[in-house]
């Protein structure tokens, strides 16, 4: 058993011996602490982890698909081919995040950071990236943007895959 500690008060308790690979779809994970954690392959598909402190946490291969990381605080965290399809991020801190090949098609971002965050081979076809704060973020040809969207213009720096 694993207890995940939230802020609220209102702990967590997950039948399983490791959070890496975990199924937390559906949870109430509201002001979480997972600060550094192996998260890796872990679902979290419609949980609710608002304001939840998951910084240098590693989510390598997770589906946090329709889930709530509204003003969440994941800076140097990994979302390394993360599935993050229709997830809010809305005013969340992703500076130096890696989400290199991750999924962020319909994600809502407005007002989120993603200063210094790695967005090789991302879909970040995703709402409000206009207003997210993207400077010094480092991006490949093959990151897909919304149409229109000129990367360089919200201080994206653009790399050749083989930097």
Same mark, same amino acid.
């Given at each position: +058993?694993?207890?995940?500690?939230?802020?609220?008060?209102?702990?967590?308790?997950? #039948?399983?011996? %490791? @959070?890496?690979?975990?199924?937390?779809?559906?949870?109430? @994970?509201? &002001?979480?602490?997972?600060?550094?954690?192996?998260?890796?392959?872990?679902? /979290?598909?419609? $949980?609710?982890?608002?304001? $939840?402190?998951? !910084? &240098?946490?590693?989510?390598?291969?997770?589906?946090? %698909?329709?889930?709530?990381?509204?003003? $969440?605080?994941?800076?140097?965290?990994?979302?390394? #081919?993360?599935?993050?399809?229709?997830?809010?991020? %809305?005013?969340?801190? /992703?500076?130096?995040?890696?989400?290199?090949?991750?999924?962020?098609?319909?994600?809502?971002?407005?007002?989120?950071? /993603?200063? #210094?965050?790695?967005?090789?081979?991302?879909?970040?076809?995703?709402?409000? @990236?206009?207003?997210? !704060?993207?400077?010094?973020? !480092?991006?490949?040809? %093959?990151?897909?943007?919304?149409? #229109? /969207?000129?990367?360089?213009?919200?201080?994206?720096? +653009?790399?050749?895959?083989? !930097?």
């Amino acid at each position: +058993m694993v207890t995940i500690k939230c802020q609220t008060g209102d702990d967590v308790v997950v #039948g399983a011996d %490791s @959070l890496s690979g975990a199924d937390l779809s559906g949870l109430n @994970l509201h &002001r979480a602490i997972l600060d550094g954690q192996n998260l890796r392959g872990a679902k /979290f598909v419609a $949980a609710e982890l608002r304001s $939840a402190w998951i !910084e &240098r946490a590693d989510l390598t291969g997770c589906d946090l %698909s329709n889930s709530n990381l509204f003003s $969440a605080v994941a800076t140097d965290a990994l979302f390394v #081919g993360a599935q993050l399809r229709a997830a809010v991020l %809305s005013a969340g801190t /992703f500076d130096r995040a890696d989400f290199t090949n991750a999924d962020l098609q319909s994600a809502r971002v407005g007002q989120a950071s /993603f200063r #210094g965050a790695k967005l090789g081979g991302a879909n970040l076809r995703c709402q409000g @990236l206009e207003k997210a !704060e993207l400077e010094q973020a !480092e991006a490949d040809p %093959s990151t897909r943007w919304p149409d #229109g /969207f000129v990367p360089e213009a919200h201080g994206v720096i +653009m790399r050749n895959r083989a !930097e």
